[in-house]
């Protein structure tokens, strides 16, 4: 039996494997992508690694979905003790019903399992820290010590409010009332609709394609409200599906992502990324791209960016889809976690065009990259 210290990750440990959408009261617990809930047992490998555990006996073991105190494990610690994440766990407020609905026990297979059902009765409000975790812990001793699992802490609203809230940060998809300064049905919100801008992506490509016409939408906008509809839109996650565009009459391909800022463009059989175009390319490239901005029609994100260039896909998700199940055309063998950390490494550092564009993506939650790390298929 190995004896893990405090200071010491075990071996093993339990972990959910992609992140929770927005909870509100009474409505099923689900993935931001609407799929079930996913947990495993991994083994922690060297360099920061690790493997589903597929064979054994704690491929197979039961676990428990409980419900932490949004403040556990606040300074992100490798481990902890099972005393502690046990004095953590909510039981919900004194005479309430139960805190979480929901089959909770759940067997592995495989080393995996999904959360099928579950729901909050009650929101986190009435805790100090005004939020939860999830937490994941065997349900008898398997002999070994196996650190329990936990999501990263999340707000539980009640479910009367979900219909009107903002979203933060917004998706691609999101109807452009979910940004901060434009009402639902108000005028900001009409104008929109009325110029065919009804999502969130539509607003940002016309704003990179164009902001002078944008504005022009809005019978009337102020400086201050139109900074804060741009900067909550921008700290939107625009994901990793490209689109080509080809230069008629000339050798180069543009490649555009989501929101269409230029990410690169192929001269040729070389594709420079948009930092490393110098002059005079860049004044070319800058006309081009205009060009190219007037004559976009049916938009196709048939391209992904791999180790920091455009490879293209058979299949594509639209809206920016940052999944990476696409079958790459040349068949590279790229592990999950290798996907993932390429994950918005095209972002230009610098725009072409003196005002600076840029988009803020979210720091990737503990979950996440705990994820990214795992090598499927191996025992």
């Not at 009367?160 to 108000?186: A, C, M, N, S």
């Not at 543009?254 to 594709?271: E, H, S, W």
């Not at 390319?281 to 938009?299: F, G, H, P, R, S």
Request: charged share 25%; with cysteine; aromatic share 10%.
């Amino acid at each position: 039996r190995l004896l893990v210290g405090q200071s010491q990750r075990p071996r093993y440990q339990l972990m959910f494997l992609n992140d929770l959408k927005p909870v509100y009261t009474m409505m099923k617990l689900e993935a931001k992508d609407g799929s079930a809930l996913k947990v495993a047992m991994v083994e922690n490998l060297e360099n920061d690694q690790t493997n589903v555990v597929r064979f054994g006996h704690l491929s197979s073991v039961r676990v428990e979905v409980v419900v932490l105190h949004g403040n556990f494990n606040a300074k992100k610690e490798e481990c902890w003790t099972p005393e502690e994440f046990n004095k953590h766990i909510v039981w919900g407020r004194e005479k309430s019903a139960k805190l979480l609905n929901g089959d909770l026990t759940l067997k592995l297979s495989g080393g995996e399992a999904f959360l099928g059902s579950a729901n909050f009765t009650d929101n986190s409000s009435f805790t100090s820290t005004k939020k939860f975790r999830l937490g994941l812990r065997l349900v008898n001793d398997s002999g070994e010590r196996v650190l329990e699992g936990i999501t990263e802490p999340f707000r539980v609203k009640e479910r009367r409010v979900e219909g009107f809230e903002k979203h933060y940060p917004p998706k691609l998809g999101d109807e452009v009332w979910r940004l901060e300064k434009i009402g639902r049905k108000g005028a900001y919100h009409q104008a929109l609709s009325d110029s065919g801008i009804d999502t969130v992506q539509k607003l940002l490509q016309s704003y990179v394609k164009n902001e002078e016409k944008l504005l022009k939408t809005f019978p009337k906008m102020s400086p201050a409200a139109w900074k804060a509809i741009i900067g909550h839109a921008m700290t939107c996650e625009v994901g990793d599906t490209l689109y080509l565009h080809e230069i008629k009459e000339t050798d180069m391909q543009f490649f555009f992502d989501a929101i269409l800022q230029l990410v690169g463009v192929k001269f040729g059989d070389r594709y420079k990324p948009l930092d490393k175009i110098h002059q005079p390319e860049k004044n070319l490239v800058e006309t081009l791209k205009q060009k190219a901005y007037e004559n976009m029609k049916d938009i196709q994100y048939d391209h992904v960016m791999i180790n920091n260039r455009p490879v293209r896909v058979h299949k594509f998700h639209a809206k920016g889809a940052s999944g990476l199940s696409n079958i790459l055309q040349n068949q590279q063998i790229l592990n999950y976690g290798q996907h993932s950390r390429f994950q918005g490494d095209f972002l230009p550092s610098q725009g072409l065009e003196s005002k600076e564009r840029f988009c803020s993506f979210q720091q990737a939650t503990d979950v996440s990259n705990n994820a990214s790390k795992i090598n499927y298929g191996k025992g």
